[in-house]
């Protein structure tokens, strides 16, 4: 796979999307088009960031497609986002973000809910650069809620 950026067509991206079955939603402050797919019986949906703006990809530099485990009652995402850099062809991005929105699609089945305040879910908080701290549990509703478990 090459490093070079590549533009994929934003029709190509939005009918790959469809025949995923994910569907376009609006999210508040943001500009790009977000596609979004529910999981059955969850509150839960996977979010894929486009970089589609006014019809148009981004041009490149440190954009990427981003897909996430989405929150649908707090709007809001529930875990980091997991970047596909728009690098190979056409074809193989398409797959990978694919593949990443089936991974993603599979972390709902293991999303613990919050004890204490039951509208939140446990998520890894992990340690950035040098910081002296371990990685541990918390509430996706921090600060409201701080509950933590190691």
Known sequence: MSNTFTA????TFIAEMSDMGFVERSIERTKEAVFFRDIPATNFSVA???????GEMR???ADAVKVTLWN???SRPIASESRINRVGNVADILTRVRDRA???WGLAKHVHH???CSDGVMV???PKGNAKWKAFK???NFPTCKNAER
């Open 102 to 104: 089936r991974k993603v």
């Open 59 to 61: 041009d490149s530099g």
């Open 72 to 74: 649908n009652k707090k």
């Open 48 to 54: 894929i960031f486009s970089t589609i703006e006014n």
């Open 138 to 140: 918390g509430c996706s």
């Open 114 to 116: 919050c004890e204490r």
């Open 124 to 126: 890894l908080r992990k």
């Open 8 to 11: 994929v067509p934003a029709d």
